[in-house]
């Protein structure tokens, strides 16, 4: 039997996707037609044997109940959440819970970073890891980045030949390697006898340093630093390398990215999610396009590449959308062109308007394109390119232009705006 553990972190985490997470959990964000974690969930049970997800983060329960419940009714494993008292690190709450994961004795369990988007090779992870479990503790998902990249990620010096990580770095500031940590794992259960170690040893410093005036609780522990980093060059810790599709969920461009990666994808897996402008009174549709089937569309409208439209959106007479994400009960007012954009939950935008953002796409033809998460303000303080964002309950007049700009929460424009981010 195998569990698997989705980390969600909590409210404090996430900034860099505001205004996007202001009224929804960054997890639950959709993308491609499904909360984020979703997809997690998805990858998780395809695995067979696979018996229970553990979803630990620290947002109140209030906020994710309504969405364990319907998974649990959808999905034939259990599914819970299990939340921590305060931040306890990526290692943390894995240590506090260790009896729930432990519990029916899993002779594996997954730990995946909710933050991350990918085509989840999980059963070749597990069987991998299985072969060689009797010396390994964990094995953890790695892919090939640039020199540049990886200073930005979990960096590994893998071994070649026996696949050992020998020497681990989280984000360092100079080059160690461009096999960087995916942040998906399967862990043997002994991995609790070193994490009981470290914990022992963290507490120890921290009340001999008197360390109960920072803000970090005693029994925070981070997974890359506190157990990844000592391990490696022990032979516990195994790499295996991914050619899959992989990213992380940071900022909003980063999610018309996913959204486009997780709609192709659907395209072998998952067909039916896609619209085909096929049924007669369909709008034209340019794959790849999901559509809620309780949005209201046009049939003048044309919809796509990379869009997905949320329930309850309402689509008028020629609008054009394009690379963008749609969100519950939108309205998008006649001949109005959305590209590269984000339109949150209840946003109206009025007739003949454009809403258009720049894509910090990687080039994909250049090899180990990965998404970059670009900073939003550059060096010399001005804004950089960047898709464009309405928050929750947006209204943006007829006849007006919005370019590269992030429109914060329940704002009524009356103006076109280029560049701007409105407070
Ligand atoms: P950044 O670039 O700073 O975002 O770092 P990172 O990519 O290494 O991400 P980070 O380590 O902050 O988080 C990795 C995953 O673990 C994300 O899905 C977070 O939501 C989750 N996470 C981070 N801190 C905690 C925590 O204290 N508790 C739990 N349960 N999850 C966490």
Redesign the pocket.
């Known amino acids: 039997m195998l569990k698997a553990v989705?980390?969600?972190?909590?409210p404090l985490?996430?900034t860099?996707f505001r205004p996007l997470s202001l009224d929804i959990p960054?997890?639950l964000f959709p993308v491609a037609g499904l909360p984020l974690i979703q997809h997690h969930i998805e990858a998780c049970i395809a695995v067979t044997n696979l018996k229970e997800i553990l979803i630990?983060?620290?947002y109140p329960v209030t906020q994710l109940q309504q969405f364990i419940n319907d998974m649990q009714s959808q999905y034939k494993v259990i599914i819970k959440y299990l939340q921590?008292f305060t931040?306890?690190?990526?290692a943390?709450?894995l240590y506090h819970f260790r009896d729930q994961i432990r519990s029916g004795s899993p002779d594996a369990f997954f730990v995946l970073?909710?933050?991350?988007c990918a085509d989840f090779p999980l059963t070749e992870l597990y069987e991998f890891h299985r072969e060689r479990s009797l010396t390994s503790l964990m094995t953890v998902m790695s892919t090939e980045a640039t020199r540049q990249q990886s200073l930005?990620?979990?960096c590994m010096v893998v071994d070649k030949t026996t696949q050992e990580v020998t020497h681990y770095v989280?984000?360092p500031s100079s080059y160690v390697s461009t096999s960087i940590n995916c942040?998906i794992y399967v862990f043997s259960l002994k991995i609790f006898n070193f994490m009981g170690e470290t914990f022992n040893i963290k507490q120890e410093e921290y009340y001999k340093n008197d360390n109960g005036n920072v803000n970090k609780d005693a029994g925070?522990l981070?997974?890359?630093q506190d157990i990844l980093t000592p391990l490696a060059g022990t032979g516990k810790i195994l790499a295996l390398q991914t050619t899959n599709w992989w990213s992380?969920l940071?900022t909003a461009n980063s999610a018309i990215y996913a959204n486009r990666h997780y709609l192709g994808l659907y395209k072998q897996k998952h067909p039916e999610r896609l619209a085909t402008g096929k049924k007669a009174e369909q709008c034209t549709i340019i794959a790849d396009v999901h559509i809620d089937p309780s949005a209201t569309i046009d049939s003048t409208a044309v919809i796509g590449p990379n869009v997905s439209i949320g329930p309850d959106v309402v689509i008028e007479a020629g609008v054009r959308i394009k690379e963008s994400i749609i969100l519950d009960s939108a309205f998008i007012g006649e001949r109005s062109l959305i590209l590269h954009s984000i339109i949150g939950r209840n946003s109206r935008v009025g007739k003949w308007a454009r809403v258009e953002g720049t894509p910090s796409d990687p080039d994909p033809n250049k090899p180990f394109a990965k998404m970059e998460?670009p900073k939003l303000f550059n060096n010399d303080g001005r804004l950089n390119p960047s898709i464009t964002i309405l928050g929750c309950s947006v209204s943006v007049p007829s006849e007006t232009i919005l370019l590269n700009s992030i429109v914060l929460p329940n704002k009524e424009l009356s103006r076109s705006i280029k560049n701007e981010i409105i407070l």
């Open positions: 989705i980390l969600i972190g909590g985490k996430g860099r960054k997890p630990i983060g620290f921590e931040a306890l690190g990526t943390g709450g970073n909710g933050d991350v930005n990620f979990g989280e984000k942040g925070y981070q997974l890359e992380q940071k998460n």
